[in-house]
């Protein structure tokens, strides 16, 4: 089975700290993704890889970056957190996308609060 | 934009009976549409696709169906049972350059099944 492991379920930050999320996954999965969950808004795509080194914007990029030194390690960057940036923030890995090949499997997510 | 949009937030069914959920999109582009179960504390694990070119996907107790013309998919499942309470994700695909598949998600819907 695969797996997706974040390596905090709960976080507290406070305001302006820099806020680092990490992501492993065990599949060999070219592609990488971290969304935020929110009530009412559900899954919102922030930033995808694709590739070592390699990163695309998604929906809601702002206020974060991302890095991927290896293949099956991906970090979510907050800059500097702000109290809006409260969520649940899952990660996600996938095969390289081909006809019918659409899944992806989430890790448990982190609750991250910003104080 | 909400181009994928679950109206019903929330759905309580009693067990034995059937529970459709729904789901709308507004891009044609979309091509291949799939449906995530969340319980609380854990991320979102897949249950059933489907792709545009088909109308109908079964699974077990789960069937989905698409009406392309309508925009519309729907998510069958019965019997109801006790473990399928969670929150449900409709999801939509879209193909990206780099082999990226990027998911659209909808708001959710939580169900309840009721003993």
């Known amino acids: 089975d695969v797996k997706v492991t974040q390596s905090s379920r709960y976080l507290v930050k406070r305001t302006g700290e820099k806020v680092f999320l990490e992501c492993v996954q065990d599949?060999?999965?070219?592609?990488m993704f971290w969304y935020r969950q929110d009530p009412g808004l559900g899954l919102r795509l922030i930033y995808f890889?694709?590739?070592?080194?390699?990163?695309e914007k998604g929906d809601i990029p702002e206020g974060y970056s991302v890095s991927r030194e290896k293949k099956e390690r991906f970090s979510l960057i907050l800059e500097s957190a702000s109290t809006n940036q409260t969520s649940m923030y899952l990660c996600?890995?996938?095969?390289?996308?081909?006809?019918?090949?659409?899944?992806?499997?989430f890790g448990s997510g982190t609750q991250l609060s910003v104080l | 934009d909400q181009q994928v949009k679950q109206n019903s937030p929330s759905l309580s069914v009693q067990e034995g009976r059937i529970s459709i959920l729904n789901c709308d999109y507004t891009?044609?582009?979309?091509?291949?549409f799939l449906w995530y179960k969340k319980y609380p504390a854990e991320g979102p694990t897949f249950l059933i696709s489907?792709?545009?070119?088909?109308d109908k996907n079964e699974d077990g107790r789960f069937t989905v169906f698409l009406n392309k013309s309508a925009k519309h998919l729907s998510l069958h499942i019965v019997p109801s049972q006790p473990g399928d309470s969670a929150v449900y994700f409709c999801?939509?695909?879209?193909?990206?350059?780099?082999?990226?598949?990027?998911?659209?998600f909808g708001q959710g819907t939580r169900l309840t099944i009721n003993p």
């Open positions: 996600a890995s996938a095969l390289i996308h081909t006809a019918g090949n659409e899944k992806l499997f």
């Open positions: 599949m060999d999965h070219e592609n």
């Open positions: 890889s694709y590739d070592v080194k390699m990163k």
């Open positions: 891009n044609s582009m979309f091509d291949y």
């Open positions: 489907i792709s545009s070119i088909k």
């Open positions: 999801a939509a695909s879209l193909s990206q350059i780099q082999g990226a598949q990027k998911l659209v």
